[in-house]
Protein backbone atom coordinates (compact mmCIF):
# COMPACT_ATOMS: atom_id res chain seq x y z
CA UNK A 1 0.00 0.00 0.00
CA UNK A 2 1.07 3.55 -0.46
CA UNK A 3 2.03 5.95 2.16
CA UNK A 4 -1.03 8.35 3.25
CA UNK A 5 -0.67 11.12 5.01
CA UNK A 6 -3.07 13.31 7.50
CA UNK A 7 -3.07 16.46 8.93
CA UNK A 8 -4.83 16.49 12.21
CA UNK A 9 -6.23 19.18 14.67
CA UNK A 10 -5.78 17.40 17.49
CA UNK A 11 -4.32 14.14 19.09
CA UNK A 12 -4.81 12.36 22.39
CA UNK A 13 -2.13 10.21 23.83
CA UNK A 14 -3.64 8.45 26.95
CA UNK A 15 -5.43 11.23 28.52
CA UNK A 16 -3.29 14.14 27.65
CA UNK A 17 -3.93 16.39 24.78
CA UNK A 18 -1.41 16.72 22.57
CA UNK A 19 -2.51 19.26 20.07
CA UNK A 20 -1.84 19.19 16.17
CA UNK A 21 0.02 16.35 14.65
CA UNK A 22 1.16 14.95 11.32
CA UNK A 23 -0.18 10.90 10.79
CA UNK A 24 1.64 8.88 8.42
CA UNK A 25 0.39 5.28 7.73
CA UNK A 26 2.81 2.97 6.23
CA UNK A 27 2.33 -0.83 5.63
CA UNK A 28 3.87 -1.31 8.98
CA UNK A 29 2.60 1.30 11.37
CA UNK A 30 0.76 4.78 12.47
CA UNK A 31 3.59 7.50 12.73
CA UNK A 32 2.43 10.66 14.45
CA UNK A 33 4.87 13.71 14.23
CA UNK A 34 4.07 16.49 17.03
CA UNK A 35 5.55 19.75 17.59
CA UNK A 36 6.95 20.29 21.59
CA UNK A 37 9.35 22.80 22.25
CA UNK A 38 10.19 24.07 18.73
CA UNK A 39 10.87 20.81 18.28
CA UNK A 40 9.05 17.65 16.17
CA UNK A 41 8.63 14.17 17.90
CA UNK A 42 7.85 11.02 16.43
CA UNK A 43 5.65 8.39 18.08
CA UNK A 44 5.86 5.10 16.29
CA UNK A 45 2.58 3.04 16.74
CA UNK A 46 3.38 -0.50 15.04
CA UNK A 47 -0.38 -1.96 13.29
CA UNK A 48 0.21 -5.35 15.44
CA UNK A 49 0.11 -3.38 18.46
CA UNK A 50 -3.20 -2.00 17.78
CA UNK A 51 -5.90 -4.21 19.46
CA UNK A 52 -9.42 -2.35 18.98
CA UNK A 53 -10.66 0.63 16.80
CA UNK A 54 -13.34 2.50 18.27
CA UNK A 55 -14.98 5.63 15.97
CA UNK A 56 -16.73 8.37 17.42
CA UNK A 57 -18.51 11.47 15.97
CA UNK A 58 -14.77 13.23 16.51
CA UNK A 59 -12.33 11.20 17.94
CA UNK A 60 -11.17 7.40 16.61
CA UNK A 61 -9.73 5.42 19.71
CA UNK A 62 -7.03 2.57 19.12
CA UNK A 63 -6.98 0.56 22.09
CA UNK A 64 -3.25 -0.63 22.27
CA UNK A 65 -2.05 -4.13 23.27
CA UNK A 66 -0.33 -2.56 25.86
CA UNK A 67 -3.41 -1.46 27.47
CA UNK A 68 -2.63 2.50 26.69
CA UNK A 69 -4.74 4.42 24.37
CA UNK A 70 -4.68 7.07 21.40
CA UNK A 71 -7.30 9.22 20.21
CA UNK A 72 -6.91 11.05 16.57
CA UNK A 73 -8.84 13.59 14.60
CA UNK A 74 -11.58 11.60 13.14
CA UNK A 75 -10.92 13.19 9.09
CA UNK A 76 -12.37 12.45 6.42
CA UNK A 77 -10.89 8.80 5.43
CA UNK A 78 -9.02 8.03 7.88
CA UNK A 79 -11.01 5.08 9.59
CA UNK A 80 -11.04 3.73 6.21
CA UNK A 81 -7.14 3.93 5.72
CA UNK A 82 -6.43 2.61 9.06
CA UNK A 83 -8.76 -0.34 8.69
CA UNK A 84 -7.33 -0.94 5.40
CA UNK A 85 -3.82 -1.24 6.79
CA UNK A 86 -4.53 -3.19 9.44
CA UNK A 87 -6.89 -5.98 7.86
CA UNK A 88 -5.32 -6.36 4.47
CA UNK A 89 -5.52 -10.07 3.31
CA UNK A 90 -1.84 -11.76 4.12
CA UNK A 91 0.11 -13.42 1.29
CA UNK A 92 -0.86 -16.90 0.83
CA UNK A 93 1.09 -18.23 -1.49
CA UNK A 94 4.65 -17.41 -2.01
CA UNK A 95 6.24 -20.00 0.80
CA UNK A 96 3.94 -23.47 -0.15
CA UNK A 97 6.13 -25.97 -1.66
CA UNK A 98 3.86 -27.46 -4.09
CA UNK A 99 1.49 -25.20 -5.49
CA UNK A 100 2.42 -23.86 -8.75
CA UNK A 101 5.72 -26.34 -9.01
CA UNK A 102 6.25 -30.04 -10.94
CA UNK A 103 6.77 -31.24 -7.31
CA UNK A 104 5.05 -34.56 -6.73
CA UNK A 105 5.87 -38.41 -8.36
CA UNK A 106 3.77 -37.81 -11.64
CA UNK A 107 5.12 -34.53 -12.59
CA UNK A 108 8.03 -36.28 -14.47
CA UNK A 109 5.97 -38.63 -15.64
CA UNK A 110 3.61 -38.33 -19.16
CA UNK A 111 1.03 -37.67 -17.51
CA UNK A 112 2.39 -34.36 -16.17
CA UNK A 113 -0.19 -31.88 -18.05
CA UNK A 114 -2.94 -34.38 -16.13
CA UNK A 115 -1.05 -33.27 -12.76
CA UNK A 116 -0.90 -29.83 -13.48
CA UNK A 117 -5.16 -30.04 -14.61
CA UNK A 118 -5.78 -31.58 -11.40
CA UNK A 119 -3.11 -29.61 -9.20
CA UNK A 120 -5.00 -26.34 -10.45
CA UNK A 121 -8.66 -27.77 -9.38
CA UNK A 122 -7.67 -28.68 -6.21
CA UNK A 123 -6.64 -25.26 -5.47
CA UNK A 124 -8.99 -23.77 -7.42
CA UNK A 125 -11.81 -22.59 -4.84
CA UNK A 126 -8.77 -21.82 -2.52
CA UNK A 127 -7.61 -19.00 -5.06
CA UNK A 128 -10.61 -18.16 -6.43
CA UNK A 129 -11.30 -17.07 -2.75
CA UNK A 130 -8.37 -14.90 -2.36
CA UNK A 131 -8.76 -13.55 -5.65
CA UNK A 132 -12.29 -11.98 -4.11
CA UNK A 133 -10.69 -11.16 -0.93
CA UNK A 134 -7.86 -9.04 -2.23
CA UNK A 135 -10.62 -6.43 -3.37
CA UNK A 136 -12.57 -6.29 0.00
CA UNK A 137 -11.49 -6.11 4.05
CA UNK A 138 -13.11 -6.58 6.73
CA UNK A 139 -15.93 -8.78 7.57
CA UNK A 140 -16.56 -9.04 3.72
CA UNK A 141 -12.57 -10.63 3.33
CA UNK A 142 -13.44 -13.03 6.26
CA UNK A 143 -17.07 -13.72 4.30
CA UNK A 144 -14.46 -14.57 0.91
CA UNK A 145 -13.62 -17.59 2.22
CA UNK A 146 -16.60 -19.39 3.67
CA UNK A 147 -15.37 -22.37 5.36
CA UNK A 148 -18.35 -24.60 4.33
CA UNK A 149 -18.45 -23.87 0.72
CA UNK A 150 -14.77 -24.47 0.44
CA UNK A 151 -15.01 -28.27 2.13
CA UNK A 152 -17.90 -28.91 0.08
CA UNK A 153 -15.57 -27.74 -3.19
CA UNK A 154 -13.03 -30.15 -1.82
CA UNK A 155 -15.40 -33.08 -1.11
CA UNK A 156 -16.97 -32.55 -4.54
CA UNK A 157 -13.11 -32.50 -6.21
CA UNK A 158 -12.15 -35.60 -4.76
CA UNK A 159 -15.37 -37.16 -5.83
CA UNK A 160 -14.75 -36.27 -9.30
CA UNK A 161 -10.98 -37.67 -9.02
CA UNK A 162 -12.38 -40.96 -8.19
CA UNK A 163 -14.69 -40.91 -11.11
CA UNK A 164 -12.07 -40.15 -13.91
CA UNK A 165 -10.03 -42.92 -12.77
CA UNK A 166 -13.32 -46.18 -12.44
CA UNK A 167 -15.99 -44.91 -14.55
CA UNK A 168 -18.08 -46.85 -13.18
CA UNK A 169 -18.96 -46.80 -9.53
CA UNK A 170 -18.66 -49.68 -7.65
CA UNK A 171 -16.21 -50.72 -4.67
CA UNK A 172 -13.16 -49.30 -6.46
CA UNK A 173 -14.36 -45.92 -6.61
CA UNK A 174 -15.76 -45.93 -3.45
CA UNK A 175 -12.02 -46.99 -2.02
CA UNK A 176 -10.68 -44.77 -3.98
CA UNK A 177 -12.85 -41.71 -2.41
CA UNK A 178 -12.29 -43.30 1.10
CA UNK A 179 -8.76 -43.12 0.72
CA UNK A 180 -8.60 -39.56 -0.44
CA UNK A 181 -11.16 -38.18 1.71
CA UNK A 182 -8.41 -39.83 4.56
CA UNK A 183 -5.23 -38.29 3.09
CA UNK A 184 -7.62 -34.55 2.80
CA UNK A 185 -8.96 -34.89 6.49
CA UNK A 186 -6.27 -32.36 7.74
CA UNK A 187 -7.69 -29.50 5.30
CA UNK A 188 -11.13 -30.48 6.21
CA UNK A 189 -10.23 -29.67 10.18
CA UNK A 190 -8.55 -26.38 8.88
CA UNK A 191 -11.26 -25.41 7.35
CA UNK A 192 -13.37 -26.08 10.27
CA UNK A 193 -10.90 -23.46 12.46
CA UNK A 194 -11.52 -21.47 9.71
CA UNK A 195 -15.16 -21.32 10.23
CA UNK A 196 -15.09 -20.80 13.63
CA UNK A 197 -12.19 -17.94 13.82
CA UNK A 198 -14.17 -16.66 11.09
CA UNK A 199 -17.49 -16.73 12.65
CA UNK A 200 -15.98 -14.43 15.69
CA UNK A 201 -14.24 -12.33 13.67
CA UNK A 202 -17.70 -11.71 11.80
CA UNK A 203 -19.08 -10.66 14.62
CA UNK A 204 -16.46 -8.35 16.33
CA UNK A 205 -15.37 -6.39 13.62
CA UNK A 206 -13.48 -3.50 15.36
CA UNK A 207 -11.42 -6.26 17.58
CA UNK A 208 -8.17 -6.82 15.42
CA UNK A 209 -6.93 -9.88 17.60
CA UNK A 210 -9.65 -11.64 16.07
CA UNK A 211 -8.91 -10.22 12.63
CA UNK A 212 -5.37 -11.43 13.04
CA UNK A 213 -6.75 -15.06 14.72
CA UNK A 214 -8.64 -15.69 10.97
CA UNK A 215 -5.42 -14.32 8.95
CA UNK A 216 -3.67 -16.67 10.92
CA UNK A 217 -5.47 -19.43 10.08
CA UNK A 218 -6.30 -18.66 6.59
CA UNK A 219 -2.14 -19.32 6.10
CA UNK A 220 -2.47 -22.42 7.99
CA UNK A 221 -5.15 -23.65 5.77
CA UNK A 222 -3.49 -22.77 2.99
CA UNK A 223 0.00 -24.42 4.17
CA UNK A 224 -1.95 -27.40 5.00
CA UNK A 225 -3.88 -27.41 1.66
CA UNK A 226 -0.33 -27.77 0.50
CA UNK A 227 0.94 -30.39 2.32
CA UNK A 228 -1.94 -32.33 1.51
CA UNK A 229 -2.06 -31.82 -2.30
CA UNK A 230 1.25 -33.38 -2.01
CA UNK A 231 -0.49 -36.70 -0.57
CA UNK A 232 -3.14 -36.77 -2.72
CA UNK A 233 -0.86 -36.30 -6.07
CA UNK A 234 0.81 -39.80 -4.72
CA UNK A 235 -2.38 -41.73 -4.15
CA UNK A 236 -3.64 -40.32 -7.50
CA UNK A 237 -0.62 -40.99 -9.34
CA UNK A 238 -0.81 -45.06 -8.67
CA UNK A 239 -3.92 -44.66 -10.70
CA UNK A 240 -4.18 -44.19 -14.26
CA UNK A 241 -7.19 -41.93 -15.06
CA UNK A 242 -10.10 -43.93 -17.19
CA UNK A 243 -10.64 -40.51 -18.85
Known amino acids: MSERVFQLAALRVGR??????????????LVLVVRADREERALRVPLSTIDRLQAGDTEIA?????????GVESAPHLLDEIVAHCQS???LTRTLRAFGSRRGRR?????????SADQRRFFAPLLAAR????????????????AAALAAAL?????????????????ARRALEAELEDLSEPLAAALEDLGRV???????ADDLRLWRA??????????????????????????????
Request: hydrophobic fraction near 50%.
Open 131 to 146: RDAMHSRGAAAVAAFD
Open 89 to 91: VPE
Open 62 to 70: LALRDGSSI
Open 214 to 243: WSAQLRVTFETADRVWIALDAALGAIPSAT
Open 107 to 115: AASADADRV
Open 16 to 29: TNVGEAMLTIDDDA
Open 155 to 171: AETLRAFAAERYAEAGP
Open 198 to 204: AAKASES
